[in-house]
DNA sequence: TCTGGGGTCCTAGGACCC
DNA sequence: TCTGGGGTCCTAGGACCC
């Protein structure tokens, strides 16, 4: 039996999202802008019109904003991150667990193989964006193929063509429709073919996804890499790239930032420093592990071709993995004190952690409230609770954020007893 | 004059994705 | 003047070790 995968993803995710919460944008030409409101992350239909591209840097757009009286709006990520928890879930009204995929934050991989049978497989999507509309507000748009590329290239079109009402199903579809689209298709559009590959397939002459569909993978491996001919494979409807029901376990975790201001002195830096193993190490607890390798970088920016230009990363290995951040913060600052130099304006800096592993500690991240004794209060019922579980052995504090923005205790088996009593919380800052 | 080979770690950089 | 952040995979060269 023929696969269906479907892709349905959130139409301009931010934009609509932002919409979703006030209607009055709706209509209106509206972008959301990155951190620092320095690049364009997302635009509405109205802007894309206008022929802004993705990434583009806001201040290159002032005029044109004026003239059109377009809205630019600061991300509010943790609204985006809500709205993508609801539409997901919707999703999974649809299909078994094992049947999705979350993908990003606004796309999620479907596998409707078997439900073929039992629906058209066209009105099922439909009912599925019927609700998602319905539901949150949501704009969403479906593509349908045997391959998660095909369907990937289903949903363009279907964003791309108002006749398929933001449903394309490829399955559907007979061989000479579907060729004459890939041939009025640029490559550039194929998942897995980015700037730089479509560059040196046109110079061999590969202009639109027919030409590349046609090609020899065999060839085209060769020349390039494995990865190019799963993606040629996968467009002639050869399932190359399983559904990835299961998040796969992090490899690494990025914190990092551009600065507002072009930064000289090396005790800002030292600031943000700490604070990107802050995050970091939240993330890391998070998800459960900890990590052996911490890489600190820092850069100038590459666009002020008229500055010297200077990047620099360095790498420490610690003895033991680790989630530790008073530790992790000192090598940080170290670290940076080793590569930093002084005549050198830096824009951005940031630390990576890497071989990260699964850890058997808990931790809990406990308040973020403002009232110090019911802090305390809340700190001593969550101990207890833990000492209940693993004994008292198996207690140690973490890490108090010196701004006291979040609590976290970190209770590991493996560490020794740190606590003897419980007044001797160290609850001040 | 003639300058091993294999492995690991680190750094750097290039490509892609969202 | 003003150019995001967080990921993946791959390659290559130098340092260092045996």
């Known amino acids: 039996m023929k696969r269906a995968f479907a892709l349905c993803d959130v139409n301009n995710c931010y934009v609509s999202c932002e919409r979703a919460f006030d209607p009055s944008l709706i209509g209106k030409p509206v972008v959301v802008l990155s951190n620092n409101d320095g690049c364009v992350v997302a635009r509405s239909a109205e802007v894309k019109a206008l022929g802004v591209e993705m990434g583009t840097p806001f201040f290159q757009l002032r005029e ?47 596998d409707l193989t078997a439900y073929q049978q039992l629906y058209d497989l066209e009105s099922y999507a439909k009912q599925i964006r019927a609700r998602v509309q319905k539901w949150i507000e949501l704009p969403i748009s479906v593509g349908i193929g045997s391959t998660k590329t095909l369907s990937k290239l289903a949903n363009h079109w279907s964003k791309k063509h108002s006749q398929f009402n933001g ?65 040629i494979k996968e467009l002639n409807g050869v399932c190359c790239i399983e559904l990835e029901t299961v998040t796969p376990v992090k490899k690494q975790i990025v914190s990092s930032r ?70 992790m913060s000192k090598v940080a600052v170290r670290s940076l004190k080793q590569i930093f130099k002084t005549g050198y304006k830096y824009k ?16 809990l991240d406990l308040f973020s409230i403002a009232d110090i ?33 979040t609590w976290e205790m970190n209770c590991e088996n493996r560490s020794p007893n740190y606590l003897s009593n419980w007044d001797e919380l160290p609850l001040v800052y």
């Open 64 to 110: 044109l904003a004026e003239q059109h009286g377009i809205i630019a709006l600061s991300s509010n990520y943790r609204l985006y991150a809500e709205m993508s928890n609801r539409f997901m879930s919707i999703l999974g009204d649809f299909v078994t667990h094992e049947e999705q995929e979350v993908y990003s934050i606004d796309e999620s991989f479907l």
């Open 167 to 231: 449903v394309c199903n490829i399955n559907d579809m007979d061989e000479a429709t579907l060729h004459r689209r890939m041939k009025r298709t640029e490559v550039n559009e194929v998942w897995g073919i980015g700037r730089q590959l479509s560059k040196q397939l046109a110079a061999q002459g590969i202009i639109t996804v027919f030409d590349l569909a046609r090609s020899n993978p065999l060839e085209m491996q060769k020349r390039y890499s494995v990865v190019m001919s799963r993606t």
């Open 258 to 327: 551009s600065f507002g201001e072009l930064v000289t002195t090396i005790e800002p830096l030292e600031q943000a420093m700490r604070y990107y193993v802050r995050t970091a190490v939240s993330k890391l607890r998070k998800d459960g592990s900890v990590c052996a390798v911490m890489t600190v970088f820092i850069r100038t920016n590459p666009f002020r071709s008229q500055d010297p230009q200077y990047y620099k990363s360095v790498s420490f290995r610690f003895p033991v993995a680790t989630d530790d951040l008073l530790v």
């Open 348 to 363: 951005k800096a940031g630390v990576i952690f890497s071989e990260l592993q699964p850890t058997s500690s808990v931790t």
């Open 373 to 405: 004794d019911e802090k305390r209060e809340r700190l001593i019922v969550a101990l207890e609770s833990v000492v209940d579980k693993f004994g008292k052995h198996a207690v140690k504090l973490g890490s108090v954020d010196s701004k006291g923005a």
